[in-house]
């Protein structure tokens, strides 16, 4: 059987590790950039009648025209801009690399980033290119950012806007210098929009290379994996063509549908979120130790002492919270661990797990 495997599965994919989700078990998850908040009852409540209704049995619409035209009035995309809906952001950042896939193509991304860029290159044989985000602050290193453009002239580039895991809004002028020295596509992933005071949702049509993409996800709606993107329509109809029919379940199309009839609850949710954000990263300033980055996503990264993150993580999960170990993860990320903003208790609780750690490790 190995011998089998050795032969015909590529040695790149070989190579990789599978994208690890741990099991949280009963433990305070603070790990995975979720929304805290659950529905309201009388929404769940509205929600469950509303199921009974769903034909099991039929293929979901293949196009989703009622939802993409409700998610179109949610995200205020451009009437002019065509819209492609995917199994998450995941698969919309597939569909692109395979769209633009050849011979001598990469992919570029400033670093660190979201991991699923450079794994879904490999995925689709392209080269990955990383540029090292600046060590001080996190911000954009423009002049390897520019040469890197140069130098490779990707066929993608990927920035996350805010980023992830940094949790910092790259400078607007900066973005705008990169969508105009880019030869391919720049996609914007706004996962975190919600979070933040910046967005380039409404500049699309200005830069023929610009497509945005956002998720439901961190707004509260994790659990239906949707993701769009959004952009001309001569990208987004090449795309369309190695999108998978049915990608979009009937569950997830009803559900959604229901849920952006409620927009507000979520506004309210990541409104509150925004509050609790500002509330954490003040004590965490205050905490003797702790280094915590400025975000305007909904997770705050923080670096520990030296030589002390395994430790300090395995402590605050040992104490009922588990966060995000990222040190090794990345140069830049030494000593880092991150954590989501939960609900005021939850961050109290991780707050109280982070001191004694420290105190004990």
Not at 92 to 103: D, E, N, R, S, T
Not at 328 to 353: H, I, K, M, W, Y
């Amino acid at each position: 059987m190995d011998g089998r495997v050795e032969r015909w599965v590529r040695p790149e994919i070989r190579a990789l590790n599978a994208y690890h989700v741990p099991d949280p078990g009963r433990l305070i998850k603070l790990d995975a950039m979720e929304n805290p908040y659950t529905w309201p009852a009388y929404l769940r409540g509205e929600w469950l009648e509303m199921l009974q209704c769903v034909p099991m049995n039929r293929y979901p619409d293949p196009g989703a025209a009622e939802l993409k035209a409700q998610m179109r009035q949610a995200f205020d995309i451009p009437a002019e801009m065509a819209l492609l809906l995917g199994n998450g952001s995941d698969e919309l950042i597939q569909l692109i690399a395979m769209a633009v896939q050849g011979p001598g193509r990469s992919v570029l991304a400033p670093e660190p980033s979201f991991s699923m860029y450079k794994m879904i290159a490999t995925f689709v044989g392209m080269d990955y290119v990383g540029v090292p985000l600046r060590a001080d602050d996190f911000s954009l290193d423009m002049a390897a950012m520019l040469a890197a453009i140069e130098s490779h002239q990707p066929a993608v580039i990927f920035l996350a806007y805010p980023n992830n895991p940094t949790g910092n809004l790259f400078d607007e002028k900066d973005v705008e210098a990169i969508l105009k020295a880019a030869q391919g596509i720049v996609v914007l992933d706004e996962a975190y929009t919600s979070f933040a005071d910046g967005s380039f949702m409404s500049r699309l049509g200005e830069f023929d290379n610009l497509l945005v993409m956002r998720t439901v996800s961190k707004m509260g709606l994790a659990g239906l994996r949707l993701g769009l993107l959004a952009g001309p329509a001569a990208w987004l109809g090449e795309f369309d063509k190695l999108r998978l029919p049915y990608n979009i379940n009937v569950l997830t199309q009803a559900s959604a549908r229901l849920a952006l009839t409620y927009v507000d609850i979520f506004e309210q949710q990541t409104a509150q979120i925004r509050k609790d954000r500002e509330k954490l990263m003040q004590a965490l300033v205050a905490m003797e130790g702790v280094e915590a980055f400025p975000s305007a996503a909904n997770f705050i990264l923080l670096r520990v002492p030296q030589g002390r993150a395994q430790s300090i993580f395995d402590g605050i999960k040992s104490r009922g919270v588990l966060i995000k170990n990222l040190d090794g993860a990345s140069p830049l990320l030494a000593d880092c661990l991150r954590v989501t903003v939960g609900r005021p208790q939850e961050n109290q609780l991780f707050l109280r797990a982070l001191k004694a750690s420290l105190a004990s490790s």
